[in-house]
């Protein structure tokens, strides 16, 4: 008679079957254990799989449709920003590829430097050598300078 054991991967349990004379060194109580222990997952540990169950592997925001092959480069973005408010319902996700979910918070980073609202981070986006005074020539680079005059100008300075 074969040998059945059970296995857990991603939460789904499946059934592998040993030929006669291969034994797995377990028991019905080791492996009942060991898969109630492989389900005991702390809260919002795997809301990427449902996400993806509830809304379906489709980017809402460019409709690009992924596949088994493909289905890492959508992710689940948290529409209140709050990674720990993860209801069951999905309610506060939307998926997004890769590259809809990079612009949507590179989009906000951008807009709250231009609005002279960026935090305490921003020299580390563009370069800003403080032995050169601001202007032409200051040491912020292309994208710093031509940055500096778009918020000067709409300061009206």
């Known amino acids: 008679?074969?040998?059945?054991?059970?296995?857990?991967?991603w939460g789904r349990v499946s059934a592998n079957v040993s030929k006669k004379g291969e034994s797995s060194g377990?028991?019905?109580?080791?492996?009942?254990?060991?898969?109630?222990?492989?389900?005991?997952?702390?809260?919002?540990e795997d809301y990427r799989e449902r996400s993806l169950a509830i809304?379906?592997?489709?980017?809402?925001?460019?409709?690009?449709?992924?596949?088994?092959?493909?289905?890492?480069?959508?992710?689940?973005?948290?529409?209140?920003?709050?990674?720990?408010n993860n209801p069951p319902d999905g309610s506060n996700w939307e998926n997004?590829?890769?590259y809809c979910?990079?612009?949507?918070?590179?989009?906000?980073?951008?807009?709250d430097y231009l609005e002279g609202a960026a935090p305490?981070?921003?020299?580390a986006l563009v370069?800003?050598?403080?032995?050169?005074?601001?202007?032409?020539?200051?040491g912020l680079g292309l994208l710093g300078e031509k940055l500096a005059r778009a918020i000067k100008e709409k300061q009206g300075k």
């Open 1 to 9: 008679m074969a040998k059945v054991s059970f296995g857990s991967k």
């Open 26 to 44: 377990k028991t019905a109580e080791e492996i009942v254990r060991g898969l109630k222990k492989a389900a005991q997952k702390t809260p919002g």
């Open 55 to 84: 809304h379906g592997l489709v980017c809402a925001r460019c409709g690009r449709e992924f596949d088994a092959l493909n289905r890492q480069l959508l992710t689940v973005h948290h529409k209140d920003g709050n990674h720990l």
């Open 96 to 98: 997004l590829c890769v």
């Open 101 to 111: 979910h990079e612009d949507i918070h590179s989009r906000g980073v951008l807009g």
């Open 120 to 123: 305490a981070r921003d020299t």
């Open 127 to 138: 370069f800003r050598d403080e032995s050169k005074p601001e202007g032409p020539g200051s």
